[in-house]
């Protein structure tokens, strides 16, 4: 049997790869399919998930495939020098030679998600949050955030901007959130931020949190108490009360008609 046009690439978002090829032979043939993980060198990674055009009674033609689950075989691994290769024996024994594929990349590993850090900025509403992403692939990204230290997520994210969502790419990355749009009128300590990712072949990292935070959206709360001019004296004395998380500015406006100018 003649085995050519050996074709395999990984199936975006899924672990399969699918391999295809040409088989000719007067007789139906029993195919044999390895797969190397070292660009050729060795043929050890398992195929016992191989499902399709493959074992006995394969009949000639074009257009074969072959559907080998390296999530199955060959879980956790990113590596880019894949092949595989094929050969068939015909009904009356005669063995064909192996075909090989051009190498083609495999990526079963998990992305990682690590370093969540997100604090909001000073004199803004903003909520700056980082992380890094590891993968050989660009990743969809999620951030979930917590008011109550991670035991509930459901703080809205719809302002979230940034290095969120589809296409994310690897490295260090910057996402932001308004917090006065999304979590107004509220100071809050206890707040968490969480990242997850999945890859372009389906491949799901679990969370990874930041360190609880304060988040103050709150305007200041102030009422005066009392203002009057000292005994004796030129100095007027006001006395009011705040309410606020932070330390604040105050300013002062004076009026001379009863508060219309």
């Known amino acids: 049997p003649v085995i050519s046009s050996v074709i395999a690439s990984q199936n975006a978002g899924s672990g399969n790869v699918a391999i295809s090829y040409t088989l000719a032979d007067l007789s139906t043939s029993n195919i044999e399919l390895s797969i190397s993980s070292d660009g050729g060198s060795t043929w050890t990674v398992a195929t016992n998930s191989a499902s399709g055009d493959v074992g006995a009674g394969v009949s000639q033609g074009s257009g074969k495939t072959v559907t080998w689950n390296a999530g199955t075989n060959f879980a956790n691994q990113e ?3 894949m092949r595989a290769r094929l050969r068939g024996r015909d009904a009356y024994g005669n063995l064909g030679s192996f075909t090989s ?3 083609f990349a495999v990526d079963t590993k998990v992305p990682v998600v690590s370093s969540v850090t997100a604090s ?6 903003t909520v700056t949050i980082t ?13 979930d955030i917590s008011e109550d230290s991670g035991s509930t997520w459901g703080v809205a994210t719809s ?48 969370n990874t949190a930041s360190s609880a935070f304060t988040v103050d959206t ?5 009422t005066v108490a009392s203002a009057s001019q000292t005994l004796g004296g030129q100095f007027v004395s006001i006395t009011y009360n705040l309410s606020e998380a932070t ?11 009863g508060g219309s100018t």
Do not use: C, H
């Open 79 to 81: 590596v880019s020098n």
């Open 101 to 103: 594929s051009a190498d």
């Open 120 to 125: 909001q900025g000073s004199s803004t509403s």
């Open 131 to 143: 992380y890094s992403l590891a993968d050989a692939s660009n990743s969809t990204v999620f951030i």
């Open 159 to 206: 302002t979230l901007l940034g290095a969120i969502g589809s296409g994310v790419t690897p490295g260090a990355k910057t996402a932001t959130w308004n917090a006065a749009a999304d979590f107004p009128n509220r100071e809050q300590s206890g707040i968490m931020v969480r990242a997850r990712a999945t890859d372009a072949f389906a491949n799901a990292s679990g």
């Open 218 to 222: 709150l305007a200041p709360r102030l």
């Open 247 to 257: 330390s604040t500015a105050i300013a002062l406006d004076i009026s001379s008609n």
